[in-house]
């Protein structure tokens, strides 16, 4: 299960990688769930961590970063239930730290996390390194340690050297954590020494798949058309301003892709002589995102009624089913929870047996994993 936490054993003549760098590599690892660049990077980052020398709140910015990315990679790999002991290490480290890309759902979890009850374990090392060179999380400490429970980064380091042993650890809850420290000499993992962490079973209600969560969408518009579907000789209005509303499920197979199926009012009223057209319709779409933007495409049918005013001064209707397709773009603007409010703006064309009609609709979306 924690195969990707690699034990790091650093030799004092390999170079040093760039701290900043591996993070940032590791980050864009997360965001596009490639799990194997993911964890090259974060392997480097970890050792880069233990032999780069960074003043205090730059290494613990990195390493809330650090943690934060492998929050993510805990849910895309199907540990969900990991991931709040990430974020809880992240806000230990630098609280606020936060990628504006990462998923709403696991922003959520974040937060939640500065708020949840922590437990705490015991650190102890094999062999005991000399006093003064074990660090918890970039702090020298005397052990054995009494600490969160949690992840951790541990080092063995002289004062002014870099690590000769560093590692991410997960400290248990009200129980003891030994690890066996190499001896300085080692160049390279050992294959004889087990991960540090035995995790406990993924509780069943965990979904195998990250971010799949039923969910909803709803929007409430405003509507701008040109032309209207008419049947049975009915004129067709030049145009019009109205409302748009729509509402349904949305299931989120990943955290950056939900289908969506809607059913909605279209409403449009031009000036002048009295003319409306009404459109019932229901619509299945998809709709991803990345970050703050969102795109989608969606196909729409419904059932539409025209009222317009002939030239005669009387009123005359034209009524029919029509069928089309409409492409949205969204802009999150603000969370509530786990609810997202976006501005959208949408536009499609409509056709039937008697016409069509191009429309756009600017507004306000609310979508809730």
């Known amino acids: 299960m924690f ?11 390999a170079p040093c990688p760039d701290p ?14 490639l799990n194997a660049p993911f964890d090259e990077a974060s392997a ?15 290494f613990r910015v990195t390493l809330a970063r650090l943690m934060n990315a492998w929050g993510m990679r805990a849910v895309s790999g199907g540990e969900e239930f990991l991931a709040p002991a990430w974020y809880a290490a992240a806000q230990r480290m630098a609280p606020g730290v936060w990628h504006p890309d990462y998923p709403d759902k696991l922003r959520a979890m974040y937060d939640d996390a500065a708020a949840a009850p922590l437990g705490a374990g015991t650190l102890v090392l094999e062999p005991s390194p000399p006093e003064g060179e074990a660090r918890v999380d970039g702090i020298p400490v005397a052990l054995p340690a009494r600490l969160a429970a949690g992840p951790h980064l541990i080092e063995v380091r002289a004062p002014d050297k870099p690590a000769r042993y560093v590692d991410i650890v997960f ?29 406990s079973p993924s509780p069943p209600d965990v979904a195998p798949q990250a971010g799949r969560r039923l969910g909803f969408v709803a929007s409430a518009s405003a509507a701008a058309g040109i032309g209207a579907l008419v049947r049975d000789g009915a004129p067709t209005p030049p145009g019009g301003l109205g409302v748009d509303l729509a509402l349904g499920p949305a299931l989120w197979l990943r955290d950056a892709l939900a289908v969506e ?17 009404q459109l019932a319709w229901t619509g299945l779409g998809a709709t991803a995102t990345r970050g703050r933007l969102g795109v989608g495409i969606a ?24 069928g089309g397709v ?21 536009a499609g064309v409509h056709a039937g047996p008697g016409g069509g009609w191009l429309w756009g609709t600017p507004g306000v979306t609310i979508s809730r994993r």
């Open 3 to 13: 195969a990707w936490l690699a034990l790091i054993h650093l030799a004092q003549a």
């Open 20 to 33: 900043i760098a591996q993070v940032d590599a590791a980050e864009r690892a997360a965001l596009a769930y």
């Open 44 to 58: 480097e980052a970890v050792r880069a961590l233990g032999c780069a020398e960074l003043d205090d709140q730059t």
């Open 171 to 199: 400290v248990p809850d009200g129980a003891q954590l030994v690890v066996k420290v190499p001896k300085a000499a080692s160049t390279a993992p050992s294959p004889t020494v087990p991960p540090p962490v035995a995790a």
């Open 261 to 277: 199926w809607v059913v909605g009012y279209r409403g449009l009223w031009s000036g002048g002589a009295p003319q409306t057209l």
């Open 299 to 322: 196909g729409e049918y419904g059932f539409a009624a025209a009222q317009v005013t002939g030239e005669d001064g009387a009123p005359r209707e034209g009524r029919g089913t029509v």
């Open 326 to 346: 409409s492409a949205r773009g969204r802009l999150r603007l603000a969370e509530l929870g786990r609810a997202a409010v976006s501005v959208e703006l949408r």
